[in-house]
Structures are given as C-alpha cells and as structure tokens.
C-alpha cells in the first residue's frame, strides 16, 4: 500500500472509536436524565443531518484543502461537541456539533484513499477501511459500556485522583476519556503526507455550489454500476445504523440485558463484518463487485429470523453471521461506487454524494424507528418488518442489475 495508507487507517479507527463510545456513554446520559427510549434514536438523528444539509458544500471543501489537515480540524470540533457535555448541555446538541465534524471528515477520509490508491488495489483497501471503521464500532461499543459501567467509573475517578464530582454526572470522568482519545485522532491525522491531488477552483456561492452538487448527485444515480452500488450501500448504511438502536432495545427487551451487555452484543455483528470485509477483500475483485448482490436478500432475511431468538448463544451467532454477509456485501460495492464517482466527479464530490443519500437514508429509517418505538410497536415484529424490506428491496436492485446487463 502507498506511504501514508496505514498511518490514515490508525486515525480513521482512533476517531471512530471515540465516536462509538460517545453514543453509549451519550444514551447513558439521557437515561441518567430521565427521558423516554425514544429520545436515543434521536441522537444520531442529529448526529447525522449534518451529513444531508451540508452535502454541497463538504465535497468542494474537502477538495479545496490538504484532506489529512482537514480531518484533524474536524476531530477538533468532535472536541468541541463532547466539550458542551462536560458543561452540562444536552447531550442532542453535543451530538449535533459532533455531527459537523464527521460530515466534513468523511469526503476527506475517503477522497485521500481514493487519491492515493489505484483502482487495482481499491477493493483491498476498502477492505482495510471498512475493517478499521467495523473494529471501531465494536471496540467503542466495548469502551463504551466500560465507561458506563459504575465500577469502571469509580476506578477512573481514583486513577484521576476526582474525589468528588459535585452536583455533575459520574459520566464527567468518562467524557474526560474520549476527549483525550479525540485528541490523539487529531494528532495522527496531521502526520498523514499530502496525496498531491489538486482539483479546479469551486463556485464560492451557495447556489452554485448546491447545482453544482445537485447535477453530481444525478450524474451518480444515472450511471449504471454508480447507480446501482449507490442504491445497495444507501440501503446497507440505513439499515445499519438503525440496527444499531434496535439491537440496544431488542437485547433489552427480549435478551432482558443492561446497556453495557447490549453494548456489548453488538461486537458480534462488528466481528462478523471485519471477516466479511476480510473475505471480499481478499477474493472479490473490483469487476466482480455485482456478483455479490444477493448477499443483500441474505442478510435481510436472517434480521428477520434474529427477531425471533430468545437464546444468547443463538443470538451471538445470528449476529457475527449477519455481519460476515453484510461485509461481503458492503465492501465490493463501496469500492466500486468510489471508483466510478472517482471517475465521473471528484475523490471529495463522489464522497459527499454518497454521503448525502446514505445519511438521507439513515434520517428515513432512523425516523421510522423513532415513530415506531414512540407508538409502542413491539420490538420483534418491529424488527421483523425491517428484515422483510431489506430483503424485498435487495431483490428488487439484484433485478434491476440482470435488466442493467441484459441492456449492456
């Protein structure tokens, strides 16, 4: 891999697993604080409107400036956003500026690999990065319910030498740990050479700046393999981050399991999604990327059939196998989807397009989750339903791929 490939991987995984962590040790807050189960979905529901709002803009900006400085300036307004919790803010506005960061950060982290990484190796290193990004999410979910975790607290405080918190939450210390772990991210991302990549000056205008985006966004959609792979990892990163609350309340409410052993379930789909990142990484190459399509209809009919285990041994396994296929599946396609908007846009723009109708994605399902949880929809037909639509809708894309090919 180019000089500078791993050192963007360490900051990648440092900065997610704070941001991991930070859900957990955030929806403990608002449990702390009292208020109804609805309110965590809304968390990163603010955490991500981000991402769609600012979707023109993100792209040019990562394109404009030295994409590793970039990522540093962003992990400092993560810095900023846990900041407003150690001063007692909500924990839903000290999401929302973390929120700022990320959508900034990512154009950056994704244009850089695709700067400095030719299309043959593109699969691999997608391999790579979505690894990082997996065993972030797990290992954050892991120091998260740590950080949640009375004992762990107490032990803090005593290595901190804070005898006494006040009138402020025992998570403060905890906070305090995900600062300086947000502070390292930003030290490694400003040890990241510059790819040399240099684009054409963008409109300074907003208007311009959201045709500009707009006609890019049509660009993407209308291209046949751009369209399609645009379609599958829309829909994967959705349902993934919705997955994300409804295993939380599924292992509450059906497993009968605290937050820091629901927390911790879902390492299981993390570990499951670095071994399918692993396999297709290894054995899929970019022209084959198609080909793994109904892994889609896979996955989405094993969500519905975890909504029904009551055994925590079954549920480990449905989950770490729900993880394998989603990794095989999500790995060729985001690859092929930054080749060809590589080659239709821009390494920023191509990013920020596929930021933005992902995290539209995630505000929809997010949204629906919320409305569901909020009307009292019991959570195994709950999750059921969302299995169902994964799998239909995986069908309807593995169909229109066939007519795509058949026209070609």
Same mark, same amino acid.
């Given at each position: 891999?180019?000089?500078?490939?791993?050192?963007?991987?360490?900051?990648?995984?440092?900065?997610?697993?704070?941001?991991?962590?930070?859900?957990?040790?955030?929806?403990?807050?608002?449990?702390?604080?009292?208020?109804?189960?609805?309110?965590?979905?809304?968390?990163?529901?603010?955490?991500?409107?981000?991402?769609?709002?600012?979707?023109?803009?993100?792209?040019?900006?990562?394109?404009?400036?030295?994409?590793?400085?970039?990522?540093?300036?962003?992990?400092?307004?993560?810095?900023?956003?846990?900041?407003?919790?150690?001063?007692?803010?909500?924990?839903?506005?000290?999401?929302?500026?973390?929120?700022?960061?990320?959508?900034?950060?990512?154009?950056?982290?994704?244009?850089?690999?695709?700067?400095?990484?030719?299309?043959?190796?593109?699969?691999?290193?997608?391999?790579?990065?979505?690894?990082?990004?997996?065993?972030?999410?797990?290992?954050?979910?892991?120091?998260?319910?740590?950080?949640?975790?009375?004992?762990?607290?107490?032990?803090?405080?005593?290595?901190?030498?804070?005898?006494?918190?006040?009138?402020?939450?025992?998570?403060?210390?905890?906070?305090?740990? /995900?600062? &300086? $772990?947000?502070?390292?991210? !930003?030290?490694?991302? =400003?040890?990241? *050479?510059?790819?040399?990549?240099? +684009?054409?000056?963008?409109?300074?205008?907003?208007?311009?700046?959201?045709?500009?985006?707009?006609?890019?966004?049509?660009?993407?959609?209308?291209?046949?393999?751009?369209?399609?792979?645009?379609?599958?990892?829309?829909?994967?990163?959705?349902?993934?981050?919705? /997955?994300? &609350? $409804?295993?939380?309340?599924? !292992?509450?409410?059906? =497993?009968?399991? *605290?937050?820091?052993?629901?927390? +911790?379930?879902?390492?299981?789909?993390?570990?499951?999604?670095?071994?399918?990142?692993?396999?297709?990484?290894?054995?899929?190459?970019?022209?084959?990327?198609?080909?793994?399509?109904?892994?889609?209809?896979?996955?989405?009919?094993?969500?519905?059939?975890?909504?029904?285990?009551?055994?925590?041994?079954?549920?480990?396994?449905?989950?770490?196998?729900?993880?394998?296929?989603?990794?095989?599946?999500?790995?060729?396609?985001?690859?092929?989807?930054?080749?060809?908007?590589?080659?239709?846009?821009?390494?920023?723009?191509?990013?920020?397009?596929?930021?933005?109708?992902?995290?539209?994605?995630?505000?929809?399902?997010?949204?629906?989750?919320?409305?569901?949880?909020?009307?009292?929809?019991?959570?195994?037909?709950?999750?059921?339903?969302?299995?169902?639509?994964?799998?239909?809708?995986?069908?309807?894309?593995?169909?229109?791929?066939?007519?795509?090919?058949?026209?070609?």
């Amino acid at each position: 891999m180019p000089t500078g490939f791993y050192l963007i991987i360490a900051a990648q995984f440092v900065s997610a697993l704070a941001d991991n962590a930070l859900l957990i040790v955030s929806i403990a807050l608002l449990s702390e604080q009292g208020l109804p189960a609805w309110w965590a979905p809304m968390l990163k529901f603010v955490f991500t409107i981000s991402y769609v709002v600012l979707a023109p803009f993100v792209g040019p900006l990562a394109d404009a400036y030295p994409k590793a400085r970039l990522m540093a300036w962003m992990n400092g307004v993560k810095i900023l956003g846990v900041a407003t919790l150690l001063l007692g803010f909500n924990p839903l506005v000290a999401f929302a500026i973390a929120g700022l960061g990320a959508t900034a950060y990512a154009p950056a982290k994704y244009g850089l690999i695709t700067e400095i990484v030719g299309p043959n190796l593109l699969v691999k290193a997608n391999g790579w990065l979505e690894t990082s990004v997996v065993c972030a999410a797990l290992l954050g979910a892991v120091l998260g319910g740590f950080l949640v975790n009375t004992s762990v607290i107490t032990t803090l405080n005593g290595l901190l030498h804070i005898d006494s918190l006040g009138s402020m939450s025992p998570l403060y210390t905890s906070l305090l740990v /995900l600062l &300086f $772990i947000y502070g390292a991210a !930003s030290l490694l991302n =400003l040890g990241i *050479p510059h790819s040399g990549a240099r +684009y054409p000056a963008s409109p300074i205008h907003p208007l311009p700046l959201i045709k500009d985006f707009w006609c890019a966004n049509r660009l993407l959609w209308r291209d046949a393999e751009g369209g399609l792979s645009l379609a599958v990892t829309t829909i994967f990163w959705g349902l993934g981050a919705t /997955l994300q &609350f $409804i295993i939380l309340k599924w !292992s509450a409410d059906v =497993l009968h399991l *605290p937050l820091e052993q629901s927390a +911790y379930l879902q390492t299981a789909v993390a570990v499951g999604v670095v071994l399918g990142a692993g396999i297709a990484g290894r054995w899929i190459p970019l022209h084959h990327a198609q080909r793994v399509l109904p892994a889609g209809v896979l996955m989405g009919l094993m969500i519905t059939v975890i909504a029904h285990v009551q055994v925590i041994s079954a549920a480990l396994m449905f989950l770490a196998l729900i993880g394998v296929v989603g990794g095989i599946l999500v790995v060729p396609l985001n690859a092929l989807l930054q080749h060809r908007g590589y080659v239709l846009l821009s390494a920023g723009r191509s990013v920020a397009v596929q930021g933005f109708n992902e995290n539209l994605s995630v505000l929809c399902m997010l949204g629906v989750y919320t409305a569901l949880v909020a009307a009292d929809v019991p959570i195994v037909p709950l999750l059921t339903l969302f299995g169902l639509c994964t799998a239909v809708a995986m069908g309807l894309l593995i169909h229109r791929g066939i007519r795509t090919s058949s026209v070609r």
